[in-house]
Every structure is written in structure tokens, then in C-alpha cells.
């Protein structure tokens, strides 16, 4: 059996075929019909032959020629003299059209030869002996015998040869059948890897033989070089600025060894498709052999990608990170950075200058180890409650240097968010404030000095200025006036020491509070009498004034007392100053109201620091009220803070736990 395209071309037999044929794959696979048979038949069988194709490829139906002899094909025994008969299968496709067709050869035997010749011979035997019956009787009657014998014989054989041949033609078509399906899932299956060749995201090229011509590409890589006829060329014509380079190197090394190469982010200057000058692209890519049926290398398969951008990405980002990196270590402080979750990754130089530390030490622990103990727990608290705030912050605390002293540092965190506020990194940076803590302790022993050498006279001129004023009916009015004035100073300077007192003491560790259960209204009534009873502005009680809250009731009068006081001195012109009370869930807060010329909002941060004062005051102070304030707050639990618009008024407010 052999298979022909619908343009009678010859593309596959069987191994029978080739036994009579005595013919080879290379000597009739891809050749026309009659060419392939032009020496093997008579002019009649093979015009039968092209004919009968013609037939049934046009109908779409089996055809069956009639027995002829092959005059060069060999017998396949000595039963057989190249006597066939062949019958033509075509192979329909899903559109019901003719793919292909089957010539199915069936051998035909000698036996309906043979019989008339027996008989031929047997007749002129008898004629022969017709003269001669006495002598011949018996010879007839055994030669008519041996002819019964032969014949039954004869009739045997037939109806073998016919049973053989059906199921020779059975098998055949079986076989056929078996082929054909064979056939269509080969087929199937191709189609199935050419889709996914020229549906893949990857660029998939196959270059076939030494010359590494392009004999397929899909798409993808094509996108590649979208101005460029690939397809036919060599790799070399097609791409002329690869030659040269590693990569085409790489490609020489694959086809010569058979082993597979893998590239990732490779450079590769190519010719701009508009320019035609070069420019650096990134590529990972696959280089893989192609063997033939014999294990011989015929060609490389080709796999890429290009990476560029990510690539360009990844680059300038390191480039950002290394410009990044450079300006931290070129600032004066100590700086590092952390992720999101606390982890340090980054310090500077000044970091190792200063610790002594080595860079192979652990980063996120080095920063704890160097911590004075007394302020470890803070530093932990603080730094976690920064981190879960998103929004800088920043404390003190005290850092060992390389000798085992320690200074005082002013930790700062900033946090790096994107474009949607979501943190990315954190930086860190510790300026040394040793000097001013130095600085500051100085004046906190002045402070104690001063105050605790001022209280003594005062007591003693506030004892007097009592005495005196209850001896004021039997003097002059002058006298009185006097001594009001005298009282008024007393307390003014009783109140600055008070000041220094609690702000050294606040220092030295803190004030103890003493709690009692009290309500807020009353005490803010009798705060009130002791702000305004001098002053012409209205104080209004608004909110809840039912509400009791358990904290130190003078402390929180030293607050509410320091917060009227600043409405009165810092707006002078506001009439009316609001104090409302609020219940908000399980805590009060408590807002103190005025509409003066208010406070720039770049000011409101500073307001609670130690001796902080407004630039363009104009009133006396020592700028610890609030930072005392801030202090006794705290020490509740609380919160404090203060809200202003320049020209509208300012708002003060405190919160405590219920």
C-alpha cells in the first residue's frame, strides 16, 4: 500500500510495498504518481492507475481497478506473477473533503489460470486416444477421475485463496484505518504545538542547520523586530548586529555541543527600527538543540523574552538607592533606615564611627544594644508606637559610644509613603543633644537655686503683706491701694517659683498626684472667680457640666487656671471666652475657647515644649506654663493640645480618663 496526496504525490508506503516495488523513502516519497511507476508498468496500467485516482478523488468513493500485471515489480512467491489488483481509499477531513488517498494492492493468485489450461491439455490427450478405445477406456476414465480430483482440488485451493484474500483486504483496511487515525492525532497534535508556539508571550523562534535559518516564528517574536522580514533568512542576515557578540557565540557553542543555554538580563545592542542607531535591550532567552530521527543536531530552538524596562527599573531604583545611601553618610548626624516593620536595614557611616560596631553585626539588635538601660523600655515604647502611628515622631535618648560613655540624642522618625500614603521605609536619624542637655541641666540647678532662695523672702514678705492688710481699715486709702498693688506682685512672683518648682521637679522624675473624685464644672466655677475677677470678659460654661472625673484635683486646677490665664494675657480683645466639657466613649475633654488674633500653625507643634515662647509675645513669662500643663496631663494618662487660626482664635484642650 502506498498514500498520495490529492496531487497524486507520493507520501508514504508500507514495508510490503517497498518488498515488491524493491524500491526505498527517498526513491518515490515526494514524487509524483507517474513518475515513481513510469518504469514499473505498462502505458495501459499506469494511464488505469492516474485515471482511476482521478475517480475517486472526484466522487469521494472507493474504486477498484481490474487484476493487471506489473512488468518490473517483483513477485512476492512463486505462487504470484505480478498479477494485482488495487483498490483506491479516499481519506476525507472534517469539511468532507479528500486529504488523501489509499491504493490498497491485492495480490491475485494463478488458479484462474490454471484451470482451463488443465482442461485444454486433457481434451487433446483424449482426442489423441479416440482411435484406440479398447486400449484407451481405462486411461479416459482415470484421466476423467484425476481431472475430478484435480478439480475438487482446484475449487479447495479457490475458496482459501478467496478466504486468505478477504482477510488480507480486512486487514489491509484495518491497517488503513489504523493509520489514518494514527495519522489524525499526529496531525492533531501538531496543530495543538503550532497554536501554542504562536499563542505563547514568549518569543519562539526555530532556526533550522548550521546556517541557523529562520524556519518559523511566532509572533511574539516577530513583535521583537517589527520592521524586519525574519522568516527564510539566516540569523546572521537577518540580525547583522549580533554578529560578533556573546550572544552569537553562545548560538555557535549550542549547535556544536547540544547543551542548553540559559541567559537572564542579557545586553544586546540593536539597531533602532526608526534610527538605525543602536541602543542597549535587556533579554533572557533559551538557547536549545534540535535533534533529527538519527540524534543528529539540524537546527536550535529559540526561546526569549526581553526585560528591558524591568531591567531600566531595577537600575535606576539601585542608582536612586546608591544616591540615597551617599547623602545619608554625607550628613552630620547619625542616620539609618528600617522597614515598615522595625527592621533595621541601612546605617550610615557615622553610625560605625561612633558605636565602633562592625557592619556583619545585626543590624535591627545594634541599635537596642547601644542604649543606655534606664531608657531601653522607653526607647522600645516609643519606637513601636511611631512605627504604628505611620507619622513621624521623635524622643530621647541616650546612645554608648565606642569607649562605653554615653550621650544624649534626639531621635527622629520620618516615614516614606507613595503616591496612596501607604508606608514604603522608614528613616531614622539620632543628632547628638548632648551639649544642650548640659546646658539645660545647668539651668534646671539654677533654677532650684534661685527658686528655693527667692521662697524664703517672699513667704516672709507675703506674711507681712497679710498682716497689713488686715490693718488696712485704720489706715490711709494710699495705704490701701498700696498694699493691694504689694499682694498682687506677691503672687506674681509666689507663681513664677511655683513655676520653677514644679518644672525642676518634673525633671528630677516627675510630680506625685493624688486622686480624688470631683466635678469639672464646679471646679472650673472656682477657677474662674480667681482668672476674672478683674478682667471684663465673659467666661461660658457649655457641655456636660454633671460629669465627675477621678484624677488630683489641684493639679488639674493648675491646669485649667494656666489655660484661662493665656486666653486673658494672649487675647485681650476676645470678650468671650467658651470652656465646654464633653464626654467622648470612657473619657472628657475639656476645650478652653477664645477668639483672639490666634497662633501660626507652623508655632502649635513647639507650644508644649520646655520654655517655648511665641516669638512676638509681648507678655512676661518663662514659656513653662504649658510644658507644665503637658507634664500633669501625661502623669493622668491624658492627652493635651491646642488648635488655632491665625485671626479667627485659638482652642486649648485637654483629655482624662473617665
Known amino acids: 500500500m502506498f498514500v498520495v496526496n490529492t496531487d497524486f504525490v507520493i507520501i508514504a508506503h508500507n514495508k510490503q510495498h517497498k518488498i515488491i516495488s524493491n524500491t526505498l ?22 494511464t488505469l492507475l492516474v485515471d482511476n485516482l482521478m475517480l475517486s478523488k472526484n466522487n469521494k468513493e472507493v474504486t ?42 491485492h495480490a491475485v493468485h494463478l488458479t484462474a489460470e490454471i484451470i482451463p489450461v488443465t482442461q485444454s491439455q486433457l481434451t487433446e490427450e483424449i482426442m489423441a486416444t479416440s482411435g484406440q478405445v479398447e486400449s484407451g477406456t481405462e486411461q479416459l476414465e482415470a484421466a476423467a477421475e484425476e481431472l475430478e480430483t484435480i478439480s475438487d482440488e482446484l475449487t479447495q485451493t479457490q475458496e482459501k485463496m478467496n478466504k486468505l484474500s478477504q482477510e488480507l483486504e480486512e486487514k489491509e483496511n484495518l491497517d488503513a484505518d489504523k493509520h489514518s487515525d494514527k495519522k489524525q492525532e499526529v496531525e492533531s497534535q501538531r496543530d495543538r504545538l503550532k497554536r501554542f508556539l504562536m499563542q505563547a508571550p514568549a518569543g519562539i523562534c526555530i532556526l533550522d542547520g548550521p546556517e541557523f535559518v529562520f524556519e518559523l516564528i511566532n509572533p511574539s517574536f516577530q513583535e521583537l523586530f517589527p520592521n524586519r522580514s525574519l522568516l527564510g533568512k539566516t540569523f546572521v542576515a537577518a540580525l547583522p548586529e549580533i554578529k560578533g557578540l556573546l550572544m552569537w557565540e553562545i548560538l555557535q557553542e549550542v549547535y556544536a555541543t547540544g547543551e542548553t543555554f540559559q541567559g537572564s538580563e542579557m545586553l544586546i545592542p540593536l539597531a533602532n527600527e526608526e534610527t538605525g542607531n543602536a541602543e542597549e535591550r535587556y533579554f533572557n532567552f533559551i538557547y536549545q538543540a534540535r535533534f533529527d530521527s538519527t540524534g543528529k543536531i539540524d537546527g536550535i530552538l529559540l526561546f526569549v523574552y526581553e526585560v528591558t524596562d524591568m531591567v531600566l527599573v531595577r537600575l535606576e531604583v539601585q542608582e536612586n538607592e546608591q544616591r540615597f545611601r551617599l547623602l545619608l553618610n554625607a550628613i552630620p548626624q547619625i542616620a539609618w533606615t528600617n522597614t515598615v516593620e522595625g527592621e533595621i536595614n541601612f546605617y550610615n557611616e557615622q553610625w560605625y564611627s561612633y558605636t565602633g560596631m562592625g557592619a556583619e553585626e545585626n543590624q535591627s539588635l545594634a541599635l537596642r544594644q547601644m542604649m543606655h538601660p534606664d531608657d531601653l523600655k522607653n526607647h522600645i515604647e516609643r519606637f513601636k508606637a511611631i512605627l504604628a502611628s505611620e507619622d513621624s515622631g521623635h524622643y530621647e535618648t541616650r546612645l554608648k559610644d565606642e569607649n562605653g560613655g554615653y550621650k544624649w540624642y534626639l531621635i527622629r522618625m520620618q516615614p516614606i509613603k507613595d503616591d496612596e500614603g501607604v508606608v514604603l521605609l522608614w528613616i531614622g536619624t539620632a543628632t547628638d543633644i548632648n551639649d544642650l542637655k548640659i546646658l539645660q541641666q545647668q539651668k534646671d540647678d539654677f533654677i532650684s537655686i534661685a527658686s528655693h532662695e527667692l521662697k524664703t523672702p517672699v513667704a516672709s514678705l507675703k506674711a507681712s503683706m497679710q498682716l497689713l492688710d488686715r490693718m488696712k481699715h485704720n489706715s490711709s486709702e494710699k495705704m490701701q491701694s498700696l498694699i493691694g498693688l504689694a499682694g498682687k506682685s ?10 520653677l518648682l514644679d518644672s525642676n521637679q518634673l525633671a528630677e522624675g516627675g510630680i506625685p498626684l ?31 457640666k454633671d460629669l465627675s472625673v477621678n484624677a488630683d484635683q489641684d493639679r488639674i486646677e493648675q491646669v485649667i487656671i494656666n489655660m484661662l490665664t493665656n486666653a486673658v494675657k494672649y ?16 473619657t472628657v475633654k475639656v476645650s478652653v475657647t477664645d477668639k483672639g488674633p490666634g497662633i501660626p500653625a507652623e508655632k502649635t507643634p513647639y507650644l508644649f515644649d520646655r520654655y517655648y515662647r511665641v516669638e512676638d509675645s509681648r507678655q512676661p ?17 491624658g492627652k493635651i493640645g491646642a488648635d488655632s487660626e491665625v485671626g479667627v482664635g485659638s482652642t486649648f484642650w485637654f483629655i482624662l480618663p473617665l
Do not use: M
Open 25 to 46: 523513502d527517498q526513491d518515490i516519497i515526494g514524487v509524483n504518481v507517474g513518475v515513481a511507476f513510469e518504469s514499473l508498468t505498462g502505458a495501459e496500467a499506469l
Open 64 to 105: 477498484q481497478l481490474p487484476s493487471f500485471q506489473f512488468i518490473s515489480l517483483a513477485p512476492l512467491n512463486d505462487e504470484t506473477e505480478n498479477i494485482w489488483r488495487i483498490e483506491i481509499v479516499p481519506v476525507l477531513n472534517n469539511a468532507q473533503e479528500v486529504d488523501y488517498l489509499l491504493t490498497i494492492w
Open 490 to 499: 506677691v503672687d506674681k512672683v509666689s507663681g513664677l517659683i511655683d513655676s
Open 514 to 544: 493624688h486622686k480624688t473624685l470631683f466635678n469639672l464644672s464646679e471646679l472650673i466655677g472656682s477657677c474662674a472667680v480667681e482668672v476674672f475677677r478683674d478682667d471684663q470678659s465673659q467666661l461660658v460654661i457649655t457641655g456636660d
Open 571 to 586: 487675647a485681650p480683645g476676645s470678650k468671650e471666652i467658651t470652656i465646654n466639657i464633653e464626654k467622648i466613649t470612657d
Open 621 to 637: 513669662g518663662l514659656g513653662l506654663g504649658l510644658y507644665i500643663c503637658a507634664e500633669i496631663i501625661a502623669k493622668h494618662e
